[in-house]
């Protein structure tokens, strides 16, 4: 049967990570916005689409609703047909089990039922967290040359930064392309390696059932980098690495998905929404709705992404905006990241500021120190707050959701975290 | 509303437009594109959903290959759905070869049949043509509290346009008592925007015994105020008929000003995204270091790295470096290249255009030749998918036709209200 997807893809979404704590108070990382329209699922999403995988799981438990949302009928990805689908699986109770997903790998584990439904030739699981362009593919097609048990996705990463991640040995097997791994470590505190996992793994269904099933046996721990990888290695198991040489966009802490998001902007920017084929769910917010962009007479746009719905009769530099932003006449937004319906009130100037959606600042308002970018980290206040006219807020500040007005009485210093 | 206490929509679309020139040479005036993301059609669609209705059939004659893609399920305007739905009428053979609709009350006659299928207390009669809100909800209660068998949506207008409509007398009630269709010599500035609801049994009644009459204005209105309950509906916002290259303008930058009385998004018009074929996730506009924007309404996937003043731009424009757009209106997908200038044009879609060219300057005065009728302010019109060379000039009141290829400027300077 040619139409039966040989390949099922299982999108791990259901991460929250602390360092993102005010954008992932209320959503799960995968559904946080990103670059003006979409959110940072659509990179796997569209990826998977462009590479034809279009039998999608989504495994999410972390504050679903609008991931939910966001994923509507899978249409917006055509992942609606015959054979072409995306279901959300969500912790469940059951006749033998019931409990949350007690990690990465025991979210697939409670949903084995739904790949022994599927039987597949090949499992691709990958994390919904990061921005890159890949066709998961030519992945796939040198797992099965190589008659792999598991190959993993890597990246180099700096030397200084790899403690950070899962890191590979690779042998020199095929080159440029990939090799056996060697060695596995998860985020050693002395890495002999750079080459780190990007958390995409194809999986025979077979040998992924099996140590799935000795790690809920026996392990109290159940993640894939830190188990279910170290398991295979110690079992001898046929595991490659898939080398990747593009772009790829991590967001684990403010300033990184404060940089991930600059990356859309300059004249050669490392993120190409077009070319990369990213599509998003219009759906979602009724962003399809909003009418054109539109300029008035005061304004001053540079170097920014703007999308319909938002009114600029301000100054906008190096920014981006999502819509419904407002810019009062005579405000100055620069280096930031504006989420879903901010205002901007007259005569008040931010620089460096990542804002989630519907926070309102008043007039002749302060957020964010001038001076370099670079030398100053990002702000970044949550949402539906009311900053007030005239209240002063340094950078690297953390303003929680929803705060009382009186928060803001006195300034607020470089640093300061304010819940 | 549930059982028969409903009503039921037909929507004319089928209308030429043709004073439109260009902009109407691959489609029908509904489906012109408006206002950077819409179509003219949006606004009566959008109108009818906001109103609650939700039964429509859209009487389509002129190319309709492009207002059908655009109507597609009708999911956009929440059409869809157990007692929803968007039906294309289009003309069909019957007892003679082919029935072309011959007028607007010939069109309703010829789909009788979609009429008695889904019954109906009043029929909604509009058009697809015109820029405006209205609460037909509101219009079909007026209608029942005055037992009215037919109500009309009617506003003032200036005396010296009043030649171009249907017009009423009316007393102190609303009722009116004396109709003229496009009189020369003004008796009344209460003009009809060709928006009826009728009785549906009153309606079959009225079309079943005047057999010859084709058109509302001209036969079955006065008809039915000679005999019967005819009321006028009086509206005095915002409404344009845009059927001319000077209107559609006008309207597109009545968009820009505040206090125009226009605005889709307070409107709550709707547009379907996906019928230009490109789907319509576009990323945001981008505006390069070095891009000057002014008072303009600017469209996702637009990348501006030039100077864009007082213009409308759907989305897709891209605008290169040291390129000017002021006054005009730019539809999907156009490229403008560096250092060209653009002023006053109208640009259907996928227009290429070269490096340091100049679009729309010279003498606004001299009307363009071939269509006097239709350009005369200084206005030119590119057709769809012309592609235009590096330096070439373009006067004013100029019609580019679409398709054509750079190879086809014999010379690279055509003079004010020439046709290409």
Known sequence: MKLKPKVLAMVLAGGRVDELNVLTYYRPKSAVPFGGFARVIDFPLSNLMQSGLDRVAILSQFRSFSLINHIGSGAAWDMIGRYRGISILPPSTGHSSSSWYRGSADSVYQNIDFIKYHAPEVVIILSGDHVYNMKYQEMIQYHRDKDADLTIACLEVPMEKAHRFGVASIDDEDGRTGGRLTQYREKPSNPNSNWASMTIFCFKPEVLLQVLEANNREDNSFEFGRDILPRLMTEQRKVYGYKFYDYWGYTRTIEEFWQTNMDLLGSDPKIDFKQWGIRTNLEHRGIRDFQPLKIGNHAQVQDSLIYNGCVVDGSVERSILFPGVYVKKGAVVRNSVLFFNNVIGENTVIDKVVSDVNTVFGEQARVGEAGTVSERRATVVGWNNHVPGGAVIGSDCTIYPELSPEKFNHEIHNGEIIR | MMGVNKTLVLLLAGGVGSRLNVLVQTRAKPAVPFGGLYRIIDFSLSNVMNSGLTRVGVLTQYKPMSLMKH????????????????????????????????????????????????????????SGDHIYQMDFDHMIGVHRRKKADVTIGMMVVPLEDIHQFGTGITDKNDRIIEWEEKPKIARTNLASMGIYVFDTEYLLKLLEENREAVDFGMHIIPTAISRDNVFAYPFDSYWRDVGTVQAYWQANMDLLREDSGISPELWVIRSNAESGGEMADRCPAKFASGAVVKNSLVSAGCIIEGEVVNSVLSPGVVVAAGAVVRDSVVFDDCHIGQGTTVDLTIMDKQVAIGRNAKIGFGDKTVANEKYPSHLYTGISLIGKKSILPDDVEIGRNCIISPLQAAENFDSLHIPDGMTL
């Open chain 2, 71 to 126: 109507l597609g399920t009708g999911a956009a305007w929440d059409f869809t759905g157990r007692t929803r739905g968007v039906t294309v009428l289009p003309p069909k053979t019957g007892f003679k070869d082919s029935d072309w609709y011959k007028g607007t009350a010939d069109a309703v006659r010829q789909n009788i049949d979609f009429i008695k299928a889904y019954p109906s207390k009043e029929v909604l009669i509009l």
